[in-house]
């Protein structure tokens, strides 16, 4: 079966492609590399069709998507710091790029149409573990925050009765928290492992203050890439038509023993220093993936050994940096 995956050379895209091209699918991309690089699409370039594009021109986007069956569309600009500083940018690709790959796949002929949204979608939940039934909100329109989860609410809703309801089936899936090595360095855990690595000059120092956004006991749960993409796949392959899938882990973490965990790995000492929580964050965020395990998921790599695999890749990253 030929599909698509826009955003293809990003983190979880290329997760989500070799596992497409695992199942023996024929696999077109479509990325302008802005965000990702072909360097995670290493060794795939006989196996896959590779489409030089902006998801926000249609006419890139309809020639990627001709003689497609699925499309996977998880082209998107993420990284909080972005949401902040490009809340422009955001909005435009969330909202042209879902609204062209929902035009092309209905013009082309596609099946199905599986659209990447995300856990920001509930700000701050009413129920953790938090179930797919719960209410999507937007509480301040003028915080540029809420350009990510905003535009992904309007790409929900686009998706399905906009594209479902000229006849594609639509599956959802809301990640929450997916991390890995080369996730980019706008996320928690590079971010702090960055500090650490730098507040210990370059790790010789054996222990060191480290001052946090917020008390630390705010919550997250983190689901490693390869269980990420896997989990996708399962929801786009066997998910029913107009329904919505968590994929993720059910482990809550406080933010300060995640700092805890990082400063292990890197064998530093670190003593926390609360500091001040950026508004329009959330206290806690953990999903119940009871419908996707329905389906046979269920995550595989632990919070230790993903860590392990991500903090050192970073940390070695960052030295060399000097």
């Not at 990003?10 to 802005?34: K, P, T, W, Y």
């Not at 309007?154 to 899936?173: K, N, P, W």
């Not at 046979?296 to 960052?318: F, I, K």
Request: hydrophobic share 35%; charged share 25%.
């Amino acid at each position: 079966m030929k599909v698509l995956v826009t955003g293809g050379s990003g983190f979880v895209g290329a997760s989500l492609v070799r596992d497409l091209l695992g199942q023996g699918h024929e696999v077109v991309v479509i990325d302008d590399n802005s965000r990702g690089h072909l360097g995670r699409l290493e060794g795939l370039a006989d196996r896959l069709t590779f489409v030089e594009g902006n998801v926000c021109v249609p006419d890139d986007v309809r020639r990627a998507t001709e003689g497609c069956e699925v499309v996977w569309h998880l082209a998107y600009i993420n990284g909080t710091r972005f949401f902040y500083e490009r809340p422009d940018d955001v909005l435009e690709v969330g909202i042209k790029g879902t609204l062209n790959t929902i035009e092309a796949a209905l013009a082309c002929g596609v099946r199905r149409y599986v659209l990447a949204s995300t856990s920001e979608t509930y700000n701050v939940p009413a129920t953790v573990p938090t179930p797919e039934s719960e209410w999507l909100k937007i509480p301040d329109v003028t915080n540029p925050r809420f350009s990510y989860g905003g535009g992904k609410i309007a790409c929900e809703l686009m998706t399905l009765h906009l594209g479902g309801h000229r006849g594609l089936e639509t599956v959802i899936f809301r990640p929450h928290n997916f991390y890995g090595p080369d996730m980019g360095f706008e996320h928690v855990i590079p971010e702090i492992t960055r500090r650490i690595v730098e507040e210990s000059a370059g790790l010789t120092r054996p222990s060191i203050d480290l001052v946090i956004q917020g008390s630390g006991e705010e919550t997250r749960s983190f689901c490693f890439v390869t269980d990420g993409s896997r989990g996708a796949l399962i929801a786009g392959d066997r998910g029913t038509p107009g329904e919505i899938y968590h994929v993720g882990t059910e482990r809550e973490l406080p933010i300060r023993r995640l700092v805890e965990m990082i400063a292990d790995v890197l064998s530093i000492k670190v003593t926390i220093v609360s500091g001040e929580l950026r508004e329009g964050g959330t206290p806690r965020r953990c999903p119940d993936i009871g419908k996707l395990r329905a389906l046979g998921y269920e995550p595989e790599v632990s919070l230790e050994e993903g860590l392990e695999r991500t903090v050192n890749w970073y940390a070695q990253h960052y030295l060399a940096a000097g």
